[in-house]
């Protein structure tokens, strides 16, 4: 039998500060799941970083189907840092979310986090209004309200 994926666990992205990171991700409305200490040369074997040692955070999604997980690196020290970089940057990566009350989160999330959103709201049809915005330490983050409850996959098929 020909092996293939399951499903998809989770996401990961590095952090400067889990504890800010986790208080941003709880309010668009995850859950904490764990947290831990990652050491020591078994986990720079799976990474390739060597002996090293990382902060982990387990977010979950309220459906429990989706983690999010978030590292905070202590050694070896960060090296690069593309959250500056332009959305259509070969490799960059953004996360979306789909959310009740987009208008509504937008504005706790500007005033409690200074969001930016990087372009403008838009609505895809009458599928989604969508928008991508600078979260914490200016993280690109999609956040998407579904409209109704239309057959997306057939609207996208005829696009």
């Given at each position: 039998?020909?092996?293939?994926?399951?499903?998809?666990?989770?996401?990961?992205?590095?952090?400067?500060?889990?504890?800010?990171?986790?208080?941003?991700?709880?309010?668009?409305?995850?859950?904490?799941?764990?947290?831990?200490?990652?050491?020591?040369?078994?986990?720079?074997?799976?990474?390739?970083?060597?002996?090293?040692?990382v902060e982990v955070?387990?977010?979950?999604?309220?459906?429990?189907?989706?983690?999010?997980?978030?590292?905070?690196?202590?050694?070896?020290?960060?090296?690069?840092?593309?959250?500056?970089?332009?959305?259509?940057?070969?490799?960059?990566?953004?996360?979306?979310?789909?959310?009740?009350?987009?208008?509504?989160?937008?504005?706790?999330?500007?005033?409690?986090?200074?969001?930016?959103?990087?372009?403008?709201?838009?609505?895809?049809?009458?599928?989604?209004?969508?928008?991508?915005?600078?979260?914490?330490?200016?993280?690109?983050?999609?956040?998407?309200?579904?409209?109704?409850?239309?057959?997306?996959?057939?609207?996208?098929?005829?696009?």
């Amino acid at each position: 039998m020909k092996s293939k994926v399951m499903e998809m666990h989770n996401m990961g992205i590095v952090v400067a500060s889990l504890d800010q990171a986790i208080a941003f991700f709880t309010e668009l409305g995850l859950s904490l799941e764990g947290r831990t200490m990652v050491e020591g040369d078994w986990a720079g074997r799976v990474t390739g970083l060597g002996n090293q040692s990382v902060e982990v955070a387990m977010m979950v999604t309220p459906d429990g189907h989706s983690r999010l997980e978030l590292s905070q690196f202590y050694e070896p020290k960060i090296k690069a840092d593309h959250r500056v970089d332009p959305v259509n940057a070969l490799g960059y990566l953004r996360v979306m979310f789909r959310v009740h009350n987009l208008d509504e989160l937008l504005n706790r999330l500007k005033q409690k986090y200074e969001c930016k959103i990087v372009g403008e709201v838009v609505q895809f049809g009458d599928v989604y209004r969508l928008c991508y915005i600078r979260g914490v330490e200016g993280l690109l983050i999609g956040l998407a309200e579904q409209l109704g409850n239309p057959e997306t996959k057939e609207i996208l098929k005829n696009q």
